[in-house]
Nanobody, 128 residues
């Protein structure tokens, strides 16, 4: 069964850092475009960052640009979201996503509907 399993969420003070991980099983992230999303209570799921299969295309939501970094480790078949300078408004459930399979020349998207595989979500709480 194709699966994405997230880890790394938790509670952190404002200004702190967290790294979210998302391990894939039964498919290869190297053949996928990947993305990270979040959903706060009462709000729609929003795209934060994405990375194309080739790694040559990436996008970031303006509010996280310069603070969050998306990456992929081929050997571990795992994707990451490094989050720095966290703010209270970053509090949400965070989701990883993959669009598999993808052609090498494909891009990526911050639209949730574009992806066909999702992680279960992990809570991130930023509070003093």
């Amino acid at each position: 069964q194709v699966q994405l399993v997230e880890s790394g969420g938790g509670s952190v003070q404002p200004g702190g850092s967290l790294t979210l991980s998302c391990a894939a099983s039964r498919f290869t992230l190297d053949d996928s475009s990947i993305g990270w999303f979040r959903q706060a209570p009462g709000k729609e799921r929003e795209g934060l960052s994405c990375l194309s299969r080739s790694g040559r295309v990436d996008f970031y939501k303006d509010s996280v640009k310069g603070r969050f970094t998306i990456s992929r480790d081929s050997a571990k078949n795992t994707m990451y979201l490094q989050m720095n300078s966290l703010k209270s408004e970053d509090t949400a459930v965070y989701y990883c996503a993959a669009m598999y399979p993808q052609d090498l020349g494909s891009g990526c998207s911050l639209l949730p509907s574009w992806y066909n595989h999702w992680g279960q979500g992990t809570q991130v709480t930023v509070s003093s």
